[in-house]
C-alpha cells in the first residue's frame, strides 16, 4: 500500500487568521481556536503531492505538535481547499474565499497536552478521497477551522519546528486501478484467405520461373 508522508515545504505554508481581520504567516507560533471571543482558524499546505488522482484513500491524519504544554479546549473542523495544485492564503479574505471540501472531520483536542508530543487527527480520509476523486492533486492545503473551542490550542509553525517539528499529513491509498491498452498482435489485421491467397500467388511465379528455365534449355 502505497504512502504519502507530507511535511509543510517552508514558511508560507502554515499560519493562521483571526476574526475579525488578522492575518499571520510568519508568526513563531500557530493558533487554533478561540481568543477574546474571536474565532481562530489556520492552514497547514503539504507540497509534494503525487499519484491520487482516482485513487482509494485508506486512512490520511494530520499531526501537529503543541508549542506548549496546555489544555486547549478546541473544537475544530478539518476541510481541504478543493485545487489541484492549491497556494497559501495572501490575506485573510483570500483564506475566507478559498473552496473548501464538502466533506469534513471534526477535531476536538480537550488537552491536557505536551510541548513536543504531537496530536494526531481523527482519519480524514473523506475529506481526502474528495479530493482524489475530481483532482490530481500535486499539493494539499488543509483548513483548520474553528468551531466551538473554549480556549487556544498552541501549534509549531514551519518557521520554529522546521520539517521535524511542523504539521505534517501522512496518507495511505490504493492506487486506482488502470486497464492495460489492447494490442493488436496482427491475427485479425490479415484474413486467413488473404494470406492464403499470398502463399498461392508465390508458388504460381516460382512455377513461372521453373517453366522459362526450361523453355530456354529447350
Do not use: C
Not at 48 to 73: R, W
Not at 104 to 121: H, K, L, N
Not at 129 to 150: G, K, M, N, R, V
Not at 185 to 212: C, H, K, L, T, W
Request: charged share 15%.
Amino acid at each position: 500500500m502505497p504512502t504519502l508522508n507530507l511535511t509543510t515545504g517552508s514558511n508560507l505554508d502554515d499560519g493562521y487568521i483571526q476574526d475579525p481581520s488578522t492575518y499571520s504567516v510568519l508568526a513563531p507560533t500557530i493558533f487554533v481556536g478561540v481568543s477574546g471571543g474571536n474565532d481562530i482558524s489556520a492552514w497547514y499546505r503539504f507540497p509534494g503531492v503525487s499519484g491520487l488522482s482516482g485513487a482509494t484513500i485508506d486512512s490520511a491524519v494530520v499531526e501537529i505538535e503543541p508549542a506548549l504544554n496546555h489544555s486547549p479546549l478546541a473544537v475544530t473542523t478539518i476541510k481541504a481547499e478543493t485545487v489541484a495544485a492549491p497556494t497559501f492564503p495572501a490575506s485573510y479574505a483570500d483564506y475566507i474565499a478559498k473552496a473548501k471540501t464538502t466533506a469534513s472531520v471534526a477535531w476536538s483536542i480537550p488537552g491536557p497536552v505536551i510541548q513536543g508530543i504531537p496530536e494526531a487527527s481523527p482519519d480524514i480520509s473523506t475529506v481526502i478521497q474528495e479530493l482524489a476523486d475530481s483532482l490530481d492533486p500535486t499539493a494539499i492545503q488543509i483548513f483548520h477551522l474553528e468551531d466551538a473551542s473554549s480556549a487556544v490550542f498552541f501549534i509549531i509553525p514551519h518557521d520554529l519546528g522546521g520539517s521535524v517539528s511542523s504539521p505534517k499529513l501522512d496518507i495511505d491509498y490504493t492506487e486506482a486501478h488502470i486497464s492495460p491498452p489492447r494490442i493488436d498482435d496482427g491475427s485479425v489485421s490479415i484474413g486467413a484467405g488473404d494470406a492464403a491467397s499470398v502463399g498461392i500467388g508465390e508458388a504460381a511465379d516460382d512455377s513461372v520461373s521453373i517453366r522459362e528455365t526450361e523453355d530456354a534449355t529447350v
